[in-house]
């Protein structure tokens, strides 16, 4: 004979378990004293919640401006989507002009451009000297141009580039890069931080003490005793209340 079974989720996902404890508040706040949920138990989960709903909101602030750093890094650099090897006042083209200078003086004898640290491969005979698409490479090999070109003086083949502008990309860039790798480790720290709040974070279970997802659990478990038999009623709370019909399972009032 087939029986009903059913099983009410608890997320673990961070915006999904903050979500599901927006709407417990809302529904006890709007139930007022009719609430099926006490008042501690209810402030216990606020103080959570705004505690993570904080760090929520500033880890998407400092993700968004790592990003933000980094697409500027990347446009000083030379490597954005909108632009090519041609266009002027960036890494990439100055590096690419000094690249096109050398190859050539040393037309048949490129292997020298190594010298100015520039890789030069030859498969199949054919020379190749490409210019690094990664930021960190590419920052390597215009210093390194740059300081041959400063220990050659007045000798150098590459004084007619815009060493002033190289060098002034070279330390944005770079500076670009700190501000985007502290943006990184605060986001994070609010990740962390928010995580330990809900009771997600590495080594944190359900079991885990004065937590949204700990008092959630407590909220659902509450529920559960009051409407009996009929758990749909739990909807009304947030939750997902999944129902199935089997003959074989076990029945299931716990989902983790």
């Known amino acids: 004979m087939s029986r009903n079974y059913f099983s009410v989720v608890i997320p673990t996902n961070a915006d999904k378990l903050l979500s599901l404890a927006d709407k417990i508040l809302q ?25 993570a709903r904080v760090e929520n909101v500033r880890q998407g602030e400092l993700d968004r401006l790592k ?51 520039f890789v030069v491969n030859s498969p199949k005979g054919k020379v190749q000297v490409i210019i690094p698409k990664n930021a960190d490479e590419l920052i390597a090999l215009a210093k390194k141009v740059m300081e041959k070109h400063y220990m050659d003086g007045g000798g150098s083949l590459l004084n007619d580039l815009p060493w002033e502008v190289l060098n002034n990309r070279l330390y944005e860039a770079e500076m670009k890069l700190e501000e985007a790798r502290k943006a990184n480790r605060d986001k994070e720290k609010a990740t962390q931080t928010r995580n330990i709040a809900l009771g997600i974070d590495k080594g944190q279970s359900s079991k885990t003490p004065n937590t949204v997802k700990y008092i959630v659990k407590s909220v659902r478990d509450l529920l559960l005793g009051t409407f009996r038999g009929r758990e749909q009623e739990l909807g009304d709370w947030g939750f997902e209340v999944n129902r199935n019909t089997s003959s074989a399972a076990e029945e299931r009032e716990a989902a983790e």
């Open 27 to 51: 529904k006890h706040y709007q139930d007022g004293a009719a609430s099926k949920i006490n008042e501690t138990l209810a402030q216990a989960l606020q103080q959570k919640q705004d505690i």
């Open 67 to 117: 990003e933000k750093l980094n697409e500027e890094r990347t446009l000083l650099l030379g490597w954005h989507d909108t632009q090519n090897a041609y266009t002027e006042g960036t890494v990439r083209s100055i590096v690419t002009a000094a690249r096109d200078i050398l190859m050539g003086n040393y037309r048949g004898n490129e292997r020298i451009l190594g010298d100015w640290g």
